[in-house]
């Protein structure tokens, strides 16, 4: 029997946003999307919708959710006539731009003008005309701060929200405050997997509607013991499911950019060797490639390498992105090393890292499940079953238990949450944690004694960058070096540039060493952009000849260009110092410190191993650095905790009387602990001051 709904869409040939008639296209997908699980609960959607301000949805990964509901939503709710949008959240930039890129090819409209999405530092819309926009949750909270009740949309859509980003955590308290004052706004909590119970306790009184999973069975294989090295064991057991196993896809999850690019390259290599069996075709995933490089995932697999013989290979190399973010048919075999990269914040040392953590046994869980899509699949986990049982916790601690708080409660201040701490959070963070990020603001002159925003504390949150960096920019002004502070922290904002590809370190190394200066990273950070500025006409071979990123660089410039245009219209002048005089180095070290003040080290005269400052915890200079030698007082950009502790992308201080007179609160004697920068700031006094007597007795 023909389906009614595509019937009456057979019939109507003219599409409503457009006023064109639809495209063969347009009907070929429509047969697709009208077999996914979700298009059943169409009609109990609509109803929940119409009776219910918020409505819970959790549904498996690739039941549709994030593509079909908006879109049900925008048939309802008409949006294109009412001037109010929809818009739908993902914790994931591409996702974002790839579900937008998908949604405007089923709805048949352009993209970018009735469907688009927005990211930070890139907005993919058109005023007045669209009316479905996919967007970062960050993107969202920003635009909170300047519509706190965001007006602009009748419908919200909160996607992954099982993710628990920061983001997502934070907008889901503001929705329930913005609520009761927005009687007309709908919104919609979406999910792969729910905890349920949190769930429905939090939005009390809320209908829940399940989607069924339609997925087959896979089958788990563990490795029999622990790999010494999870790459390597990636490496051969893709080689190995390609040698003995039946046609279908293979999903590889690793860790990172770097890692993928790298394990794409020696696949091919291996892939290219292996002749008498089918093609096998490596595809990177993660979040900085571009778009349309995205779009690869969702290719057909290679073709056979003769008529009659079987059909290649694709094998997704990703990052967790592919964990529920993304759907990818066709995979039957998944490959799960256990590892993700964790932002990890240690309030007691205020550092924040990246790392390289073993995932939970939810996340496995999920990861599993992408191999059952289509037809059995089988899931090789590479780590034992005893592993999985007492290493890997149950579930992954939200964000909001294991970030750095800063942005997050300058955004809320900004949107004017009456009290912070009465929040109404999912799950409130570390008292600690909050302590911490208020204490912070306050040093940072964001916040003053009596813990209100101040002017400077408003400014900086209009920059979409870390208040660190926005401090920088503003402070610059008065250094009169806006034009260069304005490319570091542009070049301190994108994905690292530096390419170091493992048959070339040497050549890269070298390479990046040409743009070192004295002072350090941040200098040889604006070396690379002046020099890439300079060689834009010729730009992807430049990169090429000195292992740039191209993508990376060209964000850059991009990123540079908003921040520009948020200074201007603080009407801050875009003053540029030259490199001949004599405070170029001073003034940009200055700057630096006064948004990275709590980021400073210091040797230890006894041990000449660097201490942070405050915290007194040992940490080496990362092996990147250009710095020859080791100044005594650096300022650096990063953390990261691998085996050791280090510092990455550091600058040197020559005058370390500049962190008493930019940060006298933080750096008061007073309170400074012991270590070895208080023994310092000890002696200057002391040694100081017989020279102040004998000049007072001259006089
Ligand atoms: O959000 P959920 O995981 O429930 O599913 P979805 O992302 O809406 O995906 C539904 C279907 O659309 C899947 O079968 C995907 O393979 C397909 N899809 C696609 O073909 N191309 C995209 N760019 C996105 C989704
Ligand atoms: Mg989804």
Request: aromatic share 8%; proline share 6%.
């Given at each position: 029997m023909e389906n009614p709904y595509l019937a009456h869409r057979k019939e109507s040939?003219?599409?409503?946003?457009?006023?064109k008639s639809y495209t063969e296209n347009y009907f070929k997908i429509l047969e697709k999307r009208e077999q996914l699980p979700v298009f059943q609960y169409k009609k109990d959607l609509l109803e929940a919708l119409r009776n219910n301000q918020v409505t819970l949805l959790v549904g498996e990964t690739g039941s549709g959710k994030t593509t079909q509901v908006p879109q049900f939503f925008v048939e309802e709710l008409k949006p294109h006539l009412k001037n109010k949008m929809i818009v739908c959240t993902q914790p994931r930039r591409v996702a974002a731009m790839s579900v937008a890129k998908r949604v405007a090819e089923e709805m048949d409209v352009e993209f970018g003008r009735e469907v688009g999405y927005t990211i930070r530092f890139d907005d993919f819309t058109t005023n007045n005309k669209t009316f479905l926009k996919y967007s970062t949750d960050g993107m969202l909270l920003r635009e909170a701060m300047f519509d706190p009740l965001l007006t602009k949309y009748s419908c919200i859509i909160l996607d992954e929200?099982?993710?628990?980003?920061c983001a997502t955590d934070i907008l889901m308290g503001l929705i329930k405050e913005i609520i009761p004052r927005r009687p007309d706004l709908r919104v919609l909590v979406m999910s792969a997997t729910l905890d349920t119970e949190r769930f429905l306790k939090y939005f009390e009184g809320s209908p829940l509607i399940k989607v069924p999973g339609r997925t087959f069975p896979v089958e788990i294989l563990y490795s029999e013991k622990p790999e010494l090295d999870y790459v390597d064991a990636a490496i051969r057991t893709v080689l190995q499911i390609h040698m003995k196993e039946d046609p279908g896809d293979i999903l590889l999850f690793l860790t990172g950019e770097e890692e993928i690019e790298d394990v794409c390259r020696k696949l091919s290599f291996r892939g290219n060797e292996m002749v008498d069996y089918p093609i096998l075709k490596p595809i990177p995933l993660y979040s900085s490639l571009p778009p349309n490089e995205q779009q690869r995932i969702f290719c057909d697999p290679p073709k056979p390498r003769e008529p009659g013989k079987p059909p290649g290979r694709k094998v997704i190399v990703s990052?967790?992105?592919?964990?529920?973010s993304l759907t990818i048919d066709g995979i039957v075999y998944v490959i799960d090393p256990g590892f993700c990269k964790q932002k990890i914040y240690n309030p007691r040392n205020r550092v924040e890292s990246l790392q390289v953590t073993p995932i939970s046994q939810a996340s496995a869980e999920q990861r599993a499940g992408?191999?059952?899509?289509?037809r059995p699949g089988k899931c090789y986990r590479l780590y034992t079953k005893e592993s999985y049982d007492t290493?890997?916790?149950?579930q992954t601690p939200p964000e909001m238990l294991r970030t750095n708080l800063t942005t997050v409660v300058l955004q809320l201040y900004r949107i004017g949450v009456a009290n912070i701490c009465k929040f109404h959070f999912m799950e409130p963070p570390a008292p600690e944690t909050m302590m911490r990020a208020l204490e912070i603001l306050n040093y940072m002159g964001a916040l003053d004694d009596e813990g209100d925003l101040t002017e400077l504390g408003k400014m900086m949150s209009d920059?979409?960058?870390?208040p660190q960096l926005a401090k920088v920019l503003i402070s610059s002004s008065k250094y009169k070096c806006v034009s260069q502070m304005l490319s570091i922290v542009s070049m301190l904002s994108i994905q690292n540039p530096f390419l170091r590809p493992a048959d070339k370190k040497k050549e890269a190394d070298r390479a990046r060493q040409a743009?070192?200066?004295?002072?350090?990273d941040h200098f040889l950070l604006l070396n690379v952009y002046d020099t890439y500025v300079k060689n834009q006409f010729d730009a992807k071979r430049w990169c090429r000849e000195n292992f740039l990123n191209p993508r990376a660089m060209a964000s850059a410039v991009r990123i540079r260009e908003q921040l520009e245009k948020i200074m201007k219209r603080f009407k801050f002048e875009i003053s540029e110092l030259s490199?001949?005089?004599?405070e170029f180095q001073n003034n940009i070290q200055k700057s630096l410190i006064s948004g990275f003040f709590m980021q400073v080290a210091c040797t230890n005269?006894?041990?000449g191993k660097y201490e942070i400052i405050k915290e007194n915890e040992k940490v080496d200079l990362h092996l990147?650095?250009?710095?020859?030698s080791k100044p005594t007082w650096v300022v650096f950009n990063e953390y990261i905790q691998t085996t050791t502790a280090s510092i990455r992308t550091v600058t040197e201080?020559?005058?370390?009387?500049w962190l008493l007179e930019i940060a006298p609160a933080y750096y008061d004697l007073d309170t400074l602990p012991a270590g070895a920068a208080r023994d310092y700031f000890i002696k200057e006094k002391y040694e100081n001051k017989p020279k102040a007597k004998k000049q007072k007795r001259h006089k």
């Open positions: 040939k003219e599409n409503p946003y457009t006023g929200t099982h993710e628990r980003t990052t967790n992105i592919a964990e529920t992408r191999a059952g899509r289509t290493h890997l916790t149950k920059f979409p960058v870390d743009f070192a200066d004295v002072c350090g490199p001949l005089q004599k005269k006894s041990t990147s650095t250009c710095l020859q201080i020559s005058n370390y009387k």
